[in-house]
C-alpha cells in the first residue's frame, strides 16, 4: 500500500495521439475534453497533446493522400517551396485584395507585371485543378510558375520605399500566397538554410 508521500512524488502521464478535424476547433476541442476526462478517471495529472491540435493545422491542408504521391520527390516542387517560403514570410500579415488588377495597378518593372500576369493566368486553373482533385495538375501549374517567382526576387525589392508600389508588390506576393495555400502549405517543404 502507498502512503500520501510517495503518491506525491508520482506523476501520472498520458500522451494522447488524435486525428484533429482541419480547422474545427469546436470538434477537436470536443476531443480533448473527452481524452481529458478519460484521462482524469486514470489519475492522469499530466496530459500531452499534439501540437495544433485544437485548430487541426496541417502544413499540407486540404490535400489528400493521393495528391501526396504527385509532389513525391518532385525537384520542381521543392524549389517551388523554396521561393514560396520567402513568399509567405514576406507577405505575413498582409491581406490579399479581392481584386488584383487593381490592387497592383501601380506595379510598372518586367519581372512584377511577367509574376502579375502569371498569377493571373494561373490561379483559375490551379483552383479547378484542387477542386477536381487533379493535384498533378495543380502542382505542376505551381512548378511551372517558379521561374517567373524567382526573377520577380532576383529583380525586385518588395519593401520599396516608395508607399504605393510596396504596397502593390505586397497585394501581389499576398495574393500568390494564397493560390498556393489554397492546395498546400509548400512552405513547410522547404529545407532550412
Not at 470536443?30 to 484521462?39: D, L
Not at 524549389?79 to 514560396?84: G, Q, R, S, T, W
Not at 495538375?137 to 524567382?150: D, E, I, K, Q
Request: hydrophobic letters at 50%.
Amino acid at each position: 500500500m502507498k502512503n500520501d508521500a510517495d503518491d506525491r512524488r508520482t506523476l501520472r502521464v498520458a500522451s494522447v495521439q488524435f486525428e484533429s478535424a482541419p480547422g474545427d476547433k469546436a470538434a477537436n476541442f470536443r476531443k480533448v475534453e473527452a481524452f481529458v476526462e478519460r484521462a482524469a478517471g486514470q489519475n492522469v495529472r499530466l496530459i500531452v497533446f499534439p501540437e495544433c491540435c485544437l485548430t487541426g493545422y496541417w502544413f499540407i491542408r486540404n490535400l489528400p493522400v493521393e495528391a501526396l504521391s504527385h509532389m513525391a520527390g518532385s525537384d520542381a516542387i521543392l524549389a517551388v517551396a523554396a521561393l514560396f517560403k520567402r513568399v509567405k514570410n514576406i507577405s505575413k500579415g498582409v491581406v490579399a485584395a479581392p481584386d488584383l488588377a487593381a490592387s497592383t495597378a501601380a506595379l510598372h518593372e518586367p519581372s512584377e507585371v511577367a509574376l502579375r500576369d502569371a498569377v493571373a493566368a494561373h490561379t483559375p486553373t490551379i483552383r479547378a485543378a484542387a477542386e477536381q482533385g487533379d493535384y498533378k495538375r495543380a502542382f505542376s501549374t505551381v512548378a511551372a510558375m517558379g521561374p517567373v517567382v524567382a526573377k520577380f526576387f532576383d529583380d525586385v525589392m518588395v519593401m520599396a520605399e516608395d508607399e504605393g508600389l510596396r504596397a502593390a508588390r505586397l497585394q501581389l506576393v499576398a495574393t500568390l500566397r494564397d493560390v498556393i495555400l489554397g492546395i498546400a502549405d509548400l512552405s513547410e517543404m522547404a529545407a532550412e538554410a
